[in-house]
C-alpha cells in the first residue's frame, strides 16, 4: 500500500497516513477503478439524525450579503424563486464545520493517499418538481486554480432514488483525466451523454458516496412529493495548497448571489465556470 501512495504523483508531501484506516483495499481500489465508491450506513448517529435540523437550518438563513451563499431557481411554470443551493456555510456554524472534519475527511484522505484540505461545501435543494442537473463532470468548475485532483462526497439528507431525482454515475470515464466536450450550459455534450452506460446510485441518510471530479454524473427532475437535499462536500490533496478562501473569494466577485448583484453587471462569464449544468439562475 505504501508503494502505491507514493507513485500516485502528489508532490514530495504526499507520504501514507499514521491514522486507522477506515477503507478496505478493497474500497480503495474500487474507487480507483471506478472513480466512486459507495459506502453504506456509516455516518455515526450523532450525524445522521441532525442532517435534517441542518439543511433546514440552512434553508432558513436569511439572504445576507457577505455571509453563506443562496442560489435559486425559477419555477418554469409558476415563475416562483425555487431554493436550490446554499454554499460557504462552514464558517458560520460549528456543527457544520465538523461534519466537513472527522470521518469524512479521514475517507478523503485515505483515497488521496495524504492529507485532505476542504475545498468547497454546499447543500443542494430540489424541491418537488424542482429540474435536475444536467449530465456533467465537476472538474470544469475547478479549473480557476489549476487543480486536476479533487474528490467530492455526496451526503444524502432525504433518500436518493429514481422518484426523488437521485444521482446516475459513470465508472471509469475518470482515468481519462480529460473534461469532456461540452454544450453550452457546460453539460456534456447530448450525443456523447447518450453514449455512456450510467449507473444509477440510489442511497439514503447515513451513506456517504465519494467520486472523482472527472467522473460523469448527472440527476433528474424530483417526481416526489418531499424535497430531496444532499449535502455535498468537496476536498484536494493538502500538498497542492490551500483554496477554499480563494474559491469562494472568485465565486463571490465572478457570480454571487443575488442579493450581492449588480443589477448592471453581466455575470454570464463566471456562471461558465461557478454554475456548470444546473438550474441556478
Not at 106 to 111: G, K
Not at 119 to 141: C, L, S, V, W
Not at 211 to 232: C, E, G, M
Amino acid at each position: 500500500m505504501i508503494a502505491r501512495f507514493a507513485n500516485r504523483g502528489f508532490g514530495t508531501m504526499s507520504v501514507p497516513l499514521s491514522r486507522p484506516k477506515v477503507l478496505s483495499e478493497a474500497q480503495i481500489n474500487a474507487y480507483e477503478a471506478d472513480g466512486y465508491v459507495i459506502l453504506k450506513d456509516i455516518l455515526p448517529s450523532s450525524v445522521k439524525e441532525n442532517l435534517k435540523a441542518w439543511a433546514r437550518l440552512l434553508e432558513d438563513l436569511p439572504e445576507t450579503p457577505g455571509k453563506w451563499m443562496k442560489y435559486y431557481e425559477t419555477d418554469s411554470n409558476t415563475g416562483e424563486r425555487l431554493l436550490c443551493r446554499v454554499e460557504n456555510f462552514s464558517p458560520f456554524f460549528k456543527d457544520l464545520k465538523n461534519l466537513t472534519e472527522g470521518l469524512i475527511k479521514d475517507v478523503s484522505s485515505e483515497l488521496f493517499g495524504e492529507e485532505a484540505s476542504l475545498y468547497k461545501e454546499k447543500i443542494n435543494f430540489k424541491m418537488p418538481k424542482g429540474n435536475g442537473f444536467n449530465a456533467h463532470q465537476d472538474q470544469p468548475a475547478f479549473t480557476s486554480f489549476g487543480i486536476n485532483t479533487l474528490l467530492t462526497v455526496l451526503l444524502p439528507v432525504d433518500p436518493n432514488t429514481r422518484l426523488s431525482g437521485g444521482i446516475d454515475i459513470v465508472a471509469r470515464e475518470h482515468r481519462k483525466k480529460e473534461i469532456m466536450p461540452q454544450n453550452t450550459d457546460g453539460s456534456i455534450r447530448t450525443d456523447i451523454e447518450a453514449k455512456l452506460n450510467w449507473l444509477p446510485v440510489d442511497v439514503y441518510p447515513g451513506d456517504l458516496v465519494f467520486f472523482d471530479s472527472y467522473a460523469p454524473h448527472r440527476s433528474d427532475v424530483n417526481l416526489s412529493t418531499f424535497t430531496r437535499r444532499n449535502i455535498y462536500l468537496t476536498y484536494n490533496p493538502s500538498s497542492l495548497g490551500y483554496f477554499r478562501d480563494k474559491y469562494y473569494d472568485e465565486k463571490r466577485r465572478l457570480f454571487p448571489p443575488e442579493c450581492e448583484r449588480d443589477p448592471n453587471k453581466d455575470y454570464s462569464e463566471g456562471a461558465r465556470v461557478f454554475n456548470v449544468a444546473n438550474p441556478i439562475k
